[in-house]
């Protein structure tokens, strides 16, 4: 079974650029989330989404950050623009339903310079 | 509110040694379910084992095992016979699974070195 996929890898940008990020998630499952990590700390979850539509975005700094889960399949979250403090890691995961283990994706490792 | 604790920045254990990471928890939700990730230096967060606030046993998965004590609040995994792999990072984490779409919250991670 085809894990969560995630990219890109690594993105190096000038603050004040915009960014975005893109996640396919293990098929058949519903559930999506995207969490930030920054260096040092636990990830805290920025989205939910179930199926194509929003569950949980209460973490999410919407005055420059920006998802959406067309199909109810893929994944993209945007910055724009991004700031210093956006760098951090950027993990996508999903899962089955709201109550199953979430599955992970690599992450992507995002430099704002 | 769902909080998960985890007061061991890092810990140190010798190879085939076993080794405990401490988790406390707090919430008010009567169900929930409580979840140990390793993230390796890869960055991938890699599930280990889950617990359910209603499960009569505690959990087990190979080499780990869910302390589980539901009057203190303490979900501790235990890593028996510790291998150079297990060096990384640990969270715990935990969701409330009453009505509504609760969000997996995580603790702020151990980070387990194993040395030879």
């Known amino acids: 079974e085809a894990g969560v996929a995630q990219s890109p890898r690594y993105k190096i940008i000038e603050k004040r650029q915009s960014v975005a990020f893109w996640c396919n998630p293990i098929?058949?499952?519903?559930?999506l989330y995207w969490y930030q990590q920054i260096l040092g700390q636990g990830p805290k979850l920025l989205i939910q989404f179930q199926n194509n539509g929003v569950v949980d975005d209460s973490q999410l700094p919407k005055d420059r950050f920006s998802a959406e889960r067309l199909k109810g399949v893929d994944s993209t979250l945007k910055i724009q623009p991004a700031k210093l403090e956006d760098s951090a890691v950027y993990l996508c995961?999903?899962?089955?339903?709201?109550?199953?283990?979430?599955?992970f994706g690599q992450g992507t490792r995002l430099t704002v310079v | 509110a769902q909080k998960i604790t985890q007061t061991q920045p890092g810990m140190f254990v010798q190879e085939k040694e076993a080794v405990t990471l401490d988790c406390t928890y707090d919430t008010s939700d009567p169900s929930y379910g409580l979840f140990w990730y390793k993230q390796p230096s890869s960055g991938e967060m890699i599930f280990l084992i889950y617990q359910g606030s209603y499960d009569q046993q505690n959990a087990t998965e190979g080499r780990y095992s869910l302390n589980f004590q539901k009057a203190r609040k303490s979900a501790n995994l235990v890593i028996s016979a510790s291998q150079l792999g297990d060096s990384a990072m640990y969270f715990c984490a935990m969701r409330n699974l009453n009505t509504g779409f609760q969000k997996l919250v995580f603790g702020t991670g151990t980070r387990l070195l194993v040395s030879p």
């Open positions: 098929s058949g499952h519903a559930t």
């Open positions: 995961a999903s899962s089955f339903d709201r109550n199953t283990e979430a599955f």
